[in-house]
């Protein structure tokens, strides 16, 4: 098996398969911060969907920052969902 581009084994979700039943999968307790997945498979196993769910808190927004600058919009923007996507219960300067 290839060793998987992931930073470390807490990355890395592994699922085996004994027949060949048709079977959906979700890990539970797992949460990755990711911006590619890949899935490799051998024997006769075909893998025909692959989704990612999006997880994170419910906070209310409280406020608004417009700018007539493109940056600091993006920035802004980009901020807003660094947080979001890092907030999981306790706040944390990365996911899990």
Known sequence: ?????????????????????????????????????GVSRSGPVSVTDVRAVRLQAAVDVVGEFECGDEVLAWVDKATARTV??????????TPV
């Open 1 to 37: 098996m290839r060793k998987p581009l992931a930073a470390g084994a807490a990355q890395v979700d592994r699922l085996v398969v004994g027949d060949d039943a048709a079977l959906t999968w979700e890990p539970k307790f797992s949460c990755k911060g990711f911006q590619f997945a």
């Open 84 to 93: 979001l996507n890092n907030l999981h219960g306790i706040p944390t300067d």
